[in-house]
């Protein structure tokens, strides 16, 4: 069955605005509560449960590495492909996707410069270009762009206003 949630009445003086903030304030308190119960909670079946399941992790690290050791001595094994299927399990080796990675010791920026003044003459680099999002918000602010400029460039300065309540974190009866 479905809870059903009280509707609080409509608000007509600046009294009873202030005595609903005042159950807004303590309902936000209770669940601030609640929400740290729930936390302490955690981290303790967390600990509790943390020492198991090291030991748990711990045991299985002799078998991972005898499994490994034995698939690297019998390699053959593995072809055509790049697993066995085994009564328990699977193993196997997973290829990554491949990657460009720098050498020991060079930086990318002088990879960059490498590739941009040798032999390749800077094939494998991009500029990238991108819209400058805080020009544009200072230039606008200090009405150097009119809407209408921006307009004609497919763009627009959005902004929303979003009603909000933040009631006072006082120490109230949980």
């Given at each position: 069955m479905k809870k059903q949630t009280p509707k609080y009445q409509p608000i007509r003086t600046r009294v009873e605005l202030e005595n609903a903030m005042t159950d807004y304030a303590e309902k936000s308190a209770l669940l601030r509560g609640v929400t740290a119960e729930l936390d302490v909670a955690i981290a303790n079946?967390?600990?509790?449960?943390?020492?198991?399941?090291?030991?748990?992790?711990?045991?299985?690290?002799?078998?991972?590495?005898?499994?490994?050791?034995?698939?690297?001595?019998?390699?053959?094994?593995?072809?055509?492909?790049?697993?066995?299927?085994?009564?328990?399990?699977?193993?196997?080796?997973?290829?990554?996707?491949?990657?460009?990675a720098l050498l020991a010791g060079v930086k990318e920026e002088t990879a960059i410069t490498r590739l941009l003044e040798g032999e390749l003459g800077g094939a494998y680099t991009r500029e990238t270009v991108e819209l400058d999002r805080e020009a544009i918000l200072a230039a606008y602010a200090a009405k150097e762009v009119t809407d209408a400029q921006l307009k004609a460039h497919g763009l627009r300065i959005r902004q929303t206003e979003k009603f909000f309540i933040e009631p006072e974190e006082t120490a109230t009866a949980v």
């Open positions: 079946l967390r600990e509790q449960y943390q020492a198991r399941i090291t030991a748990a992790q711990d045991a299985l690290a002799p078998f991972a590495e005898a499994i490994e050791e034995w698939a690297a001595l019998n390699s053959g094994e593995f072809h055509p492909k790049k697993s066995i299927e085994l009564l328990s399990g699977r193993i196997g080796y997973r290829t990554s996707p491949p990657a460009v």
